[in-house]
């Protein structure tokens, strides 16, 4: 196999990242080497190696017709297009940061979705400083598990948020501090020194012109 042919995951040609290399193709005139990349639109296409590393092919061809959507235009992407490119990215592209708590946790993203138009369609244009989120975080990426909400309320549907129950309901000890109007440091080093979480919410916190007084 000639190695100014092969490629790696991971790979940059131009707009395209590798995801799956070197994938023998069998054709009429013989066998062709190609790669699956993702392209930086978030469309996923398979690409003849030779086409890479001639500079040939550097992208999936989203940049030769412009978009009916008019949500992706001369590299300016609209807050919900790069939503839905970011969302791909995460599920399908294993040299992606976040990868392994998406793509690597089987989270998957419904068929309908890998068209704009539709996710769009389901989704709608998302208010200022509004984030995609998954209500159930160990779900897909579908219409019915999706919504846009704040920075700050997603932070709250973390998995590794610290869940506490008391009262008869379930939530992050940081909801609970921002209704109890205590420090979640305060609940937090309560909570870590041993006491109950009844006295830890329920025990008033005594300032009298002093800091960081538990």
Same mark, same amino acid.
């Given at each position: 196999?000639?190695?100014d &042919?092969v490629t790696?995951?991971?790979d940059?040609?131009?707009?395209?990242t590798v995801? !799956?290399a070197?994938?023998?193709r069998s054709?009429t005139?013989?066998?062709?080497? #190609?790669?699956?990349? &993702?392209c930086?639109c978030?469309?996923?296409t398979?690409?003849?190696?030779?086409a890479?590393?001639?500079g040939?092919?550097?992208?999936?061809?989203?940049?030769l017709?412009?978009? /009916?959507? $008019?949500?992706c235009k001369n590299a300016?992407?609209?807050k /919900?297009? *790069?939503a839905?490119?970011?969302?791909k *990215?995460?599920?399908?592209?294993?040299n992606?940061n976040s990868?392994?708590d998406?793509? $690597?946790?089987?989270?998957k993203i419904?068929k %309908?979705?890998?068209?704009f !138009?539709k996710?769009l369609? @389901?989704? $709608?244009e998302?208010?200022?400083k509004?984030? +995609?989120?998954r209500? @159930?975080?160990?779900g897909?990426y579908e219409? %019915?598990?999706c919504r846009?909400?704040t920075q700050? #309320? *997603?932070?709250h549907?973390?998995?590794?948020?610290?869940?506490?129950?008391?009262?008869g309901?379930? *939530?992050? +000890?940081t909801?609970?501090a #921002? !209704?109890?109007e205590?420090?979640?440091? =305060? &609940?937090?080093t309560r &909570?870590s020194?041993?006491w %109950?979480? !009844?006295?830890?919410? =329920?025990?008033a916190?005594i300032l009298k012109n002093?800091?960081? /007084? /538990?």
């Amino acid at each position: 196999m000639p190695h100014d &042919l092969v490629t790696k995951n991971g790979d940059v040609f131009g707009r395209l990242t590798v995801i !799956e290399a070197n994938c023998s193709r069998s054709t009429t005139s013989g066998s062709k080497l #190609e790669s699956k990349c &993702l392209c930086q639109c978030g469309k996923i296409t398979m690409v003849v190696n030779n086409a890479l590393r001639t500079g040939n092919t550097k992208g999936c061809g989203c940049f030769l017709h412009r978009p /009916v959507h $008019g949500h992706c235009k001369n590299a300016s992407r609209s807050k /919900v297009y *790069q939503a839905w490119s970011d969302m791909k *990215q995460r599920c399908d592209n294993p040299n992606h940061n976040s990868y392994k708590d998406y793509g $690597g946790r089987r989270i998957k993203i419904c068929k %309908s979705w890998y068209n704009f !138009e539709k996710f769009l369609a @389901d989704m $709608g244009e998302p208010a200022s400083k509004m984030t +995609l989120d998954r209500i @159930d975080v160990n779900g897909n990426y579908e219409a %019915s598990n999706c919504r846009w909400i704040t920075q700050k #309320e *997603q932070s709250h549907n973390k998995r590794n948020n610290h869940y506490i129950f008391f009262n008869g309901r379930n *939530q992050t +000890l940081t909801k609970w501090a #921002e !209704e109890l109007e205590i420090k979640s440091v =305060t &609940l937090h080093t309560r &909570l870590s020194r041993g006491w %109950s979480v !009844e006295r830890a919410f =329920t025990t008033a916190t005594i300032l009298k012109n002093k800091r960081n /007084v /538990v």
